[in-house]
């Protein structure tokens, strides 16, 4: 799917009305999915969550796993969410917050089908061309969003630098036969994170870390949900298992996709 974000404009876009139901198939193509901290907790319990690092700017990201093959979403099928929970980045399209000028502005995907003039829809704008409280709503989302987002980088950053992150990779082996390894993610050493001293243990709890901590640590048990999701596919997958990489596999290798943001 081909996003084309462009600022909200209350006299270009006064006419549009947002009517976009449930309908997540703009996802269907998305198999990682940017989240952040302040969701860990509930979509730990439906999906994985691992640390990619972006091949150009060297950034960490935290993201949840929605597959294992670019361009398969396996929470994603016979037009359903096969899941209680959706990524806050999957929830806010076509809506987007990114620099404009000197400060954050909204931005939209204008050309989504979300976007209708006629027909049942929440106008976006007044007569006066101020944003409805709809908008108002929409926007104050976003900004949450941006703030969790700000938060997530200060918790990716602490980890680092009590060098918790480890390089892991999955064994994946298919039901016809074939096996391939995907590597590129990170996740929390459980021995270092047990070894901290307790005053480092201390600054993660009074940071509100822990729990983060140990969210993304149980949701790597989501991994048999993505077994089980794959049965739907052509080539289901008969078995996976999760270990630490290779210093050769780590070095050389990188996330195989960038997450939906």
């Known amino acids: 799917m081909a996003i ?12 549009l009305k947002f009517a976009m ?34 091949p150009n700017t060297k950034n960490i990201h935290s993201v949840a796993m929605l597959g294992l093959e670019q361009g398969v979403n396996l929470y994603f ?21 990114r620099p404009d000028g000197e ?6 995907d204008d050309e989504s089908e979300h976007f209708v003039k006629e027909g049942e829809g929440e106008a976006l704008f007044n007569d006066k061309g101020e944003p409805t409280e709809f908008l108002q709503r929409r926007q104050q989302f976003l900004v949450e969003l941006a703030n969790s987002e700000v938060q997530n980088q200060r918790f990716i950053k602490q980890l680092q630098e009590l060098e918790l992150l480890e390089d892991i990779e999955l064994r994946v082996n298919y039901k016809d036969g074939a096996s391939r390894n995907v590597t590129g993610m990170l996740s929390i050493n459980e021995k270092k994170l047990l070894d901290l001293d307790d005053d480092k243990v201390l600054a993660l709890h009074k940071a509100g870390y822990l729990g983060a901590i140990y969210s993304m640590m149980l949701s790597l048990g989501q ?4 077994v089980e999701l794959s049965n739907k596919t052509k080539n289901p997958i008969q078995s996976m298992q999760i270990s630490q990489a290779s210093a050769q596999q780590a070095s050389g290798q990188q996330a195989e996709a960038q997450p939906s943001a």
Do not use: C
Request: hydrophobic residues 40%; aromatic residues 12%; charged residues 20%.
């Open 223 to 226: 991994l048999n949900r993505l």
């Open 21 to 54: 139901g449930s309908d997540f198939s703009y996802a269907a193509n998305t198999h990682l999915a940017a989240a952040t901290i302040r969701e860990f907790a509930q979509l730990a319990g439906s999906m994985p969550l691992v640390f990619i690092q972006d």
């Open 103 to 108: 400060k954050l502005g909204v931005f939209i």
């Open 4 to 15: 084309n974000y462009v600022p909200l404009n209350n006299e270009k876009h006064r006419d």
């Open 77 to 97: 099928s016979d037009n359903k969410w096969q899941a209680p929970h959706v990524p806050l980045n999957i929830q806010r399209y076509p809506f987007d917050i």
